[in-house]
């Protein structure tokens, strides 16, 4: 997808377009028993999940994933980097030159990862106290530009949002030491882009403070019709849980720049349920019962496009 372009922005000239994602597979699993999957990903018990169903389920992320076509991807909810090599693998001849994994905490069922076409320069992981996840710090080269990736994938709601707040103001303190650099935010926050019933998105909104352009931090969901503003849908309920959040130093016409109105969420008709809804992984019985091999994930990705400007 990466583009040259010769097209003039005011006294600038654009030199490369790349594009950024997000995108929560659903419990990407591998078919080997090591303690910590969730009961329905535990390999040859009642509920089948088995290496026929995982060779399903990576076809069909593969299939999102290249239809996407980004540059660069967040994933969250892998288990581990052998899963996300055969993930790789899968993509055929649009996989991933470069890609990261954490070192797993033992207690920690799945993880954020990242597929990139651009070298990684190093990385490093934010931890937190009597927190399974840390916040991964991703530094990529764009062009012999760095650009630095937090990658999130923080408690999700169900939980209380003081363990959210925790992410939010830990990110916050590592970025006032940033003010300078280009970086995205980005995964899945398991927050809405607004402060909800019962403080719910307080941590992203009020705390790490993103939200539309008057705020420290840019939201990009502020660039869609309110009513398009959804990557998850539970019931009728439809929320932003992932997020692509930047600084004012990619709007600032210099060095790696956010083209405007490039936010999108991303879906093709087979990502999509009867009701318009993210066409998740099916296992019958409300999630208790065996694995359909039907399905993507209950997320949509998001993607945005960003460009280097020669200075």
Known sequence: ?????LLFIPFLLCALEFKVAT??????????????????YVPHNKHGWNEAMLQIKIAHLARVISDMDADIIALAEVE???????????????????????????????????LSRFPIEKSSTITLPDQARGIHRITVTVENKPLDLYINHWPAYVEKEDERLLYAKTLHNVLEKESNREYILLGDFNSPYQ??????????????????KNALLYNLWYDLP?????????????????????????????????????????????????????????????GRGVHQGIGFSDHFPITAIFHTLND
């Open 1 to 5: 997808m990466i583009r040259w372009s």
């Open 195 to 212: 402060e909800q019933k019962g403080h719910w998105g307080m941590g992203l909104v009020t705390f790490l403070q993103a939200g539309d």
């Open 80 to 114: 581990n980097k052998v899963v996300l090599q055969r993930l790789n693998v899968a993509l055929g001849a649009r996989a991933y030159p470069y890609i990261f994994f954490p070192s797993k905490k033992g207690r920690v069922s799945i993880e954020t990862a990242l």
């Open 226 to 286: 309110q009513d398009k503003r959804y990557s998850h849908s539970y019931g009728k309920q439809k929320n932003t849980l992932d997020h692509i959040i930047i600084p004012k130093t990619l709007l600032n016409h210099k060095g790696i720049e956010y083209k405007p109105a490039s936010f999108t969420v991303f879906i093709r008709p087979y990502m999509l349920d009867d009701n318009g809804n993210p066409n998740r992984w099916q296992i019958s019985n409300r």
């Open 23 to 40: 995108y929560n597979v659903e419990n990407l699993f591998d078919a080997q028993k090591e303690g910590n999957e969730y009961e329905e």
